[in-house]
């Protein structure tokens, strides 16, 4: 089993940044992927971006040039730098990890609120 913890989540201006950090536990060594995921009210989850454990990322087209994704292998933690944030990014953003037998694990989610 895998556990992960999101942080770094908050209320910030538009144009304005945050970090957020997902430290994974238990059962690491499985992880291939890891994924931001994220949920606005009444919205379905979407992809956000997503990083293999050799470092080749993917971002969906929203947010493309804005934020960047990136890994510690070594502390089992993957990050996500978010700039120039807009008020439609605001959503709960979660952390995900896929196993290499194919197993999917969620972390609980952190809030991000971009407002004025």
């Known amino acids: 089993q895998v556990q992960l913890v999101e942080s770094g989540g908050g209320l910030v201006q538009p144009g304005g940044s945050l970090r957020l950090s997902c430290a994974a536990s238990g059962s690491t060594f499985r992880i291939d992927v890891f994924g931001w995921y994220r949920q606005a009210p009444g919205k379905q989850r979407d992809l956000v971006a997503t990083i293999t454990r ?21 502390k089992n933690t993957v990050y996500l730098q978010t700039n120039s944030l807009k008020p439609e990014d605001t959503a709960v953003y979660f952390c ?7 197993s999917d694990y969620w972390g609980r989610g952190t809030q991000v609120t971009v407002s004025s």
């Open 96 to 102: 995900y990890a896929t196993s290499y037998t194919g």
């Open 54 to 74: 050799g470092g080749s990322t993917s971002y969906a087209d929203s947010v493309a040039g804005r934020f960047t994704i990136s890994r510690d292998n070594a």
